[in-house]
């Protein structure tokens, strides 16, 4: 292995350090016995058939996977696009002010990137998409992260870094013009609301008349400011001293959470609805995008991503020991009809839109280029947060999809089916399952479902749509058999439930944090004040103007008569993989404008994917005539019943709630049209400007001029040991400063 140490300034240690492995006969035989592991459970994935399959399986075919896209793939994009400089500094080098921007250590970093990305998606789609079967959405998940999902955050992420952490639509407005950077920033802003609004949606399902479950994810925010005030101020620097306080604490709240719940007096007090929950989670995401990274954000997302990577790990490691077989088909008769109980739609293109995250999400791109890109301490740190984080996130989308076939067939549909068709009982959740799903081989009785529920210390588990309760019983079914027996079920549901609202948390809170940046952006155009990061002032405006928008959308998702998770998560899907299309657009162009013109299938190839799934799914929903799949087609439907005088049209009982889908519908179906036209004009602006830099030959870019940087950093998690060396140099040479100014005060 040869190795460079790289310096900017000859009084300074060095920068960073640059090192060439070698191929060695070891190094050759592990990677084929990877590359062999992963195949053989792609093997039994997706041939084998007859007994029932080991989820083991899923496991090794992930994770083999995860690891030749990482070292080879990502690899290969570094090499031939990005090219990180190690003498550059980052944008939050050079903008430090301990707010927005600030250089913020690897492991830190990669902790509040994969937190901030990973929220309902990767946990409610594939839960959603497991009634197709278990065999299309595992390989989605794992294929088109390593082609689409992982490529557009790894260069988004890095593009961003090289413009001073501009935002997507600063980059659109760079690279596609004035017009399309304000086409850009309004479509990012309008789907923003609808993706902070569905996760809401997720949690408070999860959370609604759940005082255990309420008590326990309050407690992480006071956990979180402990941690964020005992790493600035009381120990600096010491990460997993604070994340063992953190997690002890996280336990703990779980724990006093059962005594809460069996306390006659606080189980009352935290006993809240749907709407009352709505509130506060509106409230929570002002106070939270607009007090300092630092206070809460950072840590509780690092304090979450010790909880998201130990309980994914520790699921992986029950799996193993336990060895659930799979118990959903591998295709079943929902991928091919539009009679799904958890959402209507075959499996082109609606599996594609259903499982986002985990996949392929362009909210991410909105991390990538918002907050993540203000916090790299180093270019060489891109390809372990964006692309790495990435296929962490499609780790937890395929545990999630796990729990979700090794669940009883009964329990999954009657957990899954919106309350107007199971009525919202164990016995109407049977009479459905049986005489009304169109699926054989499926039995389940209100006993059963009313044992389910007991078991894991819930009034009832039918109909608790969003995906969350489903994973929650998944892994209370799978941990209970490893640790603690059958007596430890409700500890483990309430464990889970907590693991998954910490998920959705942190992304609201980053998400609502980045349409701020992007409202203020957007505003910036005609009042320039706007883009100043110091005016508190029109941070508070335009946060309040991102709450308000997505908490309206809020509150009709948790009061739809429908069932706001199985009418709005299609919206969702559909809005999150638009904002792909348009990640991957400025991307491309980009890398055309760039000189690179021969990889631009790189972020090509997952764009021209894209835009099939969507176009195809918003041309469905938009122009289909069957009213259980069109927003238009049922909007018409239900308000010609009400201008012939009924109150009742199939599951939609009452005046009231037939007003409220014609006005849902409405709304759904509209923002279905905007979507889909912005989109469009976007992706033929970039494809213009590509045509332009191909025929006239100009290498332009819009980045930054490099500036020498004057920190070191690590590439990887775990440095190696050149690096450990040079931060022993850096270590002496700042305890060397201090005595020096100790001693001239």
């Known amino acids: 292995m040869s190795v460079e140490y790289v310096k900017t300034d000859e009084a300074l240690p060095p920068v960073a350090v640059e090192e060439k492995a070698r191929w060695t006969p070891g190094k050759i035989v592990l990677w084929v016995a990877i590359a062999l592991i992963a195949g053989l459970g792609w093997t039994m994935i997706a041939i084998v058939r007859g007994e029932q399959l080991s989820a083991s399986w899923f496991v090794a075919a992930a994770v083999g996977s995860y690891l030749i896209a990482f070292r080879f793939y990502a690899k290969f994009i570094e090499w031939k696009v990005c090219r990180p400089d190690p003498k550059r500094a980052t ?78 639509g600063q980059m659109a407005r760079d690279e596609l013009g004035n017009v399309g950077g304000i086409i850009t920033s309004i479509g990012i802003i309008l789907i923003m609301t609808i993706l902070i609004a569905v996760l809401g949606v997720v949690i408070i399902n999860a959370l609604a008349e759940s005082p255990w479950g309420v008590f326990s994810i309050a407690m992480t925010i006071p956990i979180a400011f402990l941690m964020g005030f005992y790493m600035r101020y009381l120990r600096p620097g010491a990460i997993v001293e604070t994340s063992v306080i953190g997690i002890t604490l996280l336990i703990l709240a779980i724990v006093v959470g059962g005594w809460v719940h069996n306390d006659p007096v606080w189980s009352e007090v935290l006993h809240l609805s749907k709407v009352q929950l709505a509130w506060g989670l509106m409230i929570y995401g002002f106070i939270a995008a607009v007090l300092p990274v630092w206070m809460l954000l950072a840590p509780r997302d690092y304090l979450s991503t010790f909880m998201k990577i130990g309980t994914i790990g520790l699921l992986a490691v029950g799996i193993i020991l336990v060895n659930p077989k799979v118990q959903m088909p591998a295709v079943t008769p929902f991928a091919s009809n539009d009679q799904g109980p958890a959402f209507a739609g075959t499996l082109f293109p609606f599996l594609f839109i259903t499982i986002a995250c985990g996949a392929l999400s362009g909210f991410h791109a909105l991390i990538s280029s918002g907050t993540t890109p203000k916090l790299l301490e180093k270019e060489s740190q891109a390809r372990l947060i964006g692309y790495g984080g990435m296929l962490m996130e499609s780790f937890v989308a395929i545990m999630a999809l796990v729990a979700a076939v090794s669940l ?97 948390l942190t992304t609201i809170d980053a998400g609502t944090r980045v349409a701020r940046f992007m409202l203020s952006d957007l505003l910036g155009n005609f009042m320039p004040k706007f883009r100043d990061p110091s005016w508190n002032l029109g941070a508070w405006l335009t946060t309040l103007v991102m709450v308000a928008g997505w908490g309206s959308i809020l509150v009709i998702g948790v009061t739809d008569p429908l069932g706001g998770i199985n009418t709005l998560f299609p919206l969702f899907g559909i809005s999150n993989q638009l904002l792909a299309a348009v990640a991957l657009s400025v991307v491309l162009a980009i890398v055309v404008k760039s000189g690179y013109a021969k990889y631009a299938w790189i972020p090509g190839v997952p764009l021209a994917w894209d835009l099939a799934v969507t176009m195809t799914a918003s041309a469905q929903k938009i122009f289909s005539p069957n009213p259980k799949l069109g927003y238009w087609a049922q909007h018409f439907a239900v308000r010609e019943k009400l201008a012939a005088g009924e109150t009742s049209m199939g599951n939609i009982q009452g005046e009231e709630a037939m007003r409220a889908v014609v006005r849902n519908t409405f709304i759904q179906g509209t923002l279905s049209v905007v ?37 070191f950093a690590p590439k990887g998690l775990i440095p190696t040991k050149a690096e450990r060396e040079v931060q022993a140099q850096w270590d002496a040479f700042q305890k060397e400063q201090t005595q020096k100014v100790e001693a001239h005060e």
């Open 675 to 711: 979507f889909a036209v912005l989109v469009l004009m976007v992706v033929l602006m970039a494809l213009y400007q590509c045509f332009k830099a191909v025929t006239t030959g100009k290498v332009t870019t819009s980045e930054e001029p490099a500036v020498p940087t004057k920190i």
């Open 408 to 504: 009883d067939k009964g329990i999954y549909f009657a957990m899954n089916a919106a309350e107007p068709l199971t009525g919202g009982t164990p016995q109407g959740a049977a009479d459905f399952i049986t005489n009304k799903l169109g699926m054989p081989g499926i039995d389940v009785t209100p006993e059963a479902l009313e044992q389910a529920a007991h078991d894991v210390g819930e009034a009832s588990i039918v109909s608790r749509t969003g995906g969350a309760p489903t994973l929650a019983m998944g892994m209370a079914h799978i941990l209970h058999s490893v640790f603690g027996g059958p007596a430890w079920m409700s500890f483990w549901y309430h464990f889970a439930v907590m693991f998954e609202a910490l998920f959705i």
């Open 91 to 168: 944008p939050a080098e050079l903008n430090d002010n301990g707010r927005d921007f600030t250089p913020t250590d690897r492991r830190v970093l990669f902790g509040h990137h994969f937190a901030a990305i990973s929220g309902a998606g990767p946990l409610v789609g594939p839960i959603l998409a497991a009634q197709m079967g278990y065999l299309p959405g595992t390989l989605w998940i794992v294929l088109g992260v390593i082609v689409a999902g992982a490529v557009q955050d790894y260069m988004v992420l890095y593009f961003s870094t090289r413009r001073n952490g501009r935002s997507l």
